[in-house]
Nanobody, 120 residues
């Protein structure tokens, strides 16, 4: 079972995008009981955590996106969002969502992600 991220695209530096990721309905993996994260992987680099949100709505961000990205969730829709403002070329990457845990385990298989390309 995979999560499908959407909302990526090509945008100029300084622009904005809003990513969405909906979890499938599953009796084994209830969306609302999972901390969720947005991750990104640039070409030739490892996949890194960009932002995370706890089951209670507490958020945390990578230093590089503080003040520009906002993560949110709607448990009723089983969806997590990433609002990205003031985008920079270094934000170019494939963006993925999945659960977050401090021990690096994930609830769902990785989906294909959504490509974000920021031109200078």
């Amino acid at each position: 079972v995979q999560l499908q991220a959407s909302g990526g695209g090509l945008v100029q530096s300084g622009g904005s995008l809003r990513l969405s990721c909906k979890a499938p309905r599953s009796i084994l993996s209830v969306f609302s009981s999972n901390h969720m994260g947005w991750y990104r992987q640039a070409p030739g680099k490892e996949r890194d955590l960009v932002a995370r949100i706890s089951t209670g709505g507490i958020t945390n961000y990578a230093d590089s996106v503080i003040g520009r990205f906002t993560i949110s969730r709607d448990n009723g829709k089983r969806t997590v969002y990433l609002q990205m403002n003031n985008l920079k070329p270094e934000d170019t990457a494939v963006y993925y969502c999945n659960s977050y845990s401090s021990i690096g385990t994930y609830t769902w298989n990785w989906g294909q992600g959504t490509q974000v390309t920021v031109s200078s």
